[in-house]
């Protein structure tokens, strides 16, 4: 059958008491603030080395939530399920990244002209920053009024978004200067 001997394992039984007090295996969990979300859906966005929640300038803790079209309808995917927003990162510092009013900068959701949802493998399509050379390093391309860019993705004469041969949608890169 190919299988062949991997390990040795010996084993020794002790017999425990009934009315002892054994050490936790488990480690500690750190306690956590009590915070109340905006909605049910709302996800907490916490530090994942510390599980620290993740505030934005003001202190406020910072919430994902399911995003919605015009109509305050819940944008799903083909699958029914709600699509939360991909927040940026800062790739030097490879902090969250907030705009001028201190709000976390999610990447928009790509979607055909027809509104439909872009997915590869079942995966909703989020629009790539647009990254620029600046003092021997990279960062977040920004336009003249400050909001951050995102690359164009290309499409075919007929409007509909070109992809790749594995399914993945084509974007325009930015030339870095």
């Given at each position: 059958?190919?299988?062949?001997?991997a390990a040795?394992q010996?084993?020794?039984?002790?017999?425990?008491?009934?009315?002892?007090?054994?050490?936790?295996?488990?480690?500690?969990?750190?306690?956590?603030?009590?915070?109340?979300?905006?909605?049910?859906?709302?996800?907490?966005?916490r530090n994942?080395?510390?599980?620290?929640?993740?505030?934005?300038?003001?202190?406020e803790?910072?919430?994902?939530?399911?995003?919605?079209d015009?109509?305050?309808e819940?944008?799903?995917?083909?699958?029914?399920?709600?699509?939360?927003?991909?927040?940026l990162?800062?790739?030097?510092?490879n902090?969250w990244?907030?705009?001028?009013?201190?709000e976390?900068?999610?990447?928009?959701?790509?979607?055909?002209?027809?509104g439909?949802?872009?997915?590869?493998?079942?995966?909703?399509?989020f629009?790539?920053p647009?990254?620029?050379?600046?003092?021997?390093?990279?960062?977040?391309?920004?336009?003249?009024?400050?909001?951050?860019?995102?690359?164009?993705?290309?499409?075919?004469?007929?409007?509909?978004?070109?992809?790749?041969?594995?399914?993945?949608?084509?974007?325009?890169?930015?030339?870095?200067?």
């Amino acid at each position: 059958m190919g299988f062949h001997k991997a390990a040795v394992q010996y084993t020794r039984h002790y017999e425990i008491p009934t009315d002892a007090q054994l050490p936790s295996l488990h480690p500690p969990h750190p306690e956590l603030s009590e915070i109340t979300p905006p909605a049910p859906s709302a996800i907490p966005l916490r530090n994942l080395e510390t599980n620290e929640l993740i505030r934005k300038p003001n202190g406020e803790p910072v919430f994902l939530m399911p995003l919605r079209d015009d109509k305050g309808e819940l944008i799903r995917t083909s699958d029914g399920l709600p699509i939360y927003p991909t927040p940026l990162r800062d790739p030097e510092k490879n902090d969250w990244v907030f705009d001028a009013t201190g709000e976390l900068v999610t990447c928009p959701i790509l979607q055909e002209e027809t509104g439909e949802i872009v997915e590869y493998q079942g995966i909703p399509q989020f629009y790539t920053p647009a990254y620029e050379a600046a003092a021997g390093g990279i960062r977040l391309q920004r336009d003249a009024q400050g909001n951050y860019v995102f690359c164009a993705v290309e499409k075919d004469s007929r409007g509909k978004i070109v992809r790749s041969p594995d399914g993945l949608p084509i974007f325009k890169q930015p030339l870095l200067v």
